[in-house]
């Protein structure tokens, strides 16, 4: 079992920078591939970022690459995501999920453990 805090989230304006962060439980952490996702209101949850067990890959969403950067601390079984140029439209609730393999993913249902979430927004 693998327990997910978020934290980081908060009240930004457009352009401003945020980093969110998961802490994970037990000692599995480095051997899960990990990943961020959102979900606004009356929308789909949606991938934002993945990362391999071993951070050696990543992979973004179109309408993040470029602002957001996604990283892990193995050691201290954390997982980040900085986020920059943040815009209106990145307002979400963020999730960090963990999934039972070291392979990375996007899609949703690939994913075996959840976070509560931290909600992010940002202001025009």
């Known amino acids: 079992q693998v327990q997910l805090v978020e934290s980081g989230g908060g009240l930004v304006q457009a352009g401003g920078s945020l980093r969110l962060s998961c802490a994970a439980s037990?000692?599995?952490?480095?051997?899960?591939?990990m990943g961020w996702f959102r979900q606004a209101p009356g929308k789909e949850r949606e991938s934002v970022a993945a990362?391999?067990?071993?951070?050696?890959?990543?992979s973004y969403a179109d309408s993040v690459k470029g602002r957001f950067t996604i990283s892990r601390d193995n050691a201290k079984n954390t997982l980040y995501l900085q986020m920059n140029s943040l815009k209106p439209e990145d307002t979400a609730v963020y999730y960090c999920?963990?999934?039972?393999?070291?392979?990375?993913?996007?899609?949703?249902?690939?994913?075996?453990?959840w976070g509560q979430g931290t909600q992010v927004t940002v202001s025009s």
């Open positions: 037990g000692r599995t952490f480095s051997s899960y591939a």
């Open positions: 999920a963990a999934r039972t393999s070291s392979a990375i993913a996007t899609m949703k249902t690939y994913y075996d453990y």
């Open positions: 990362i391999n067990w071993s951070g050696s890959h990543t």
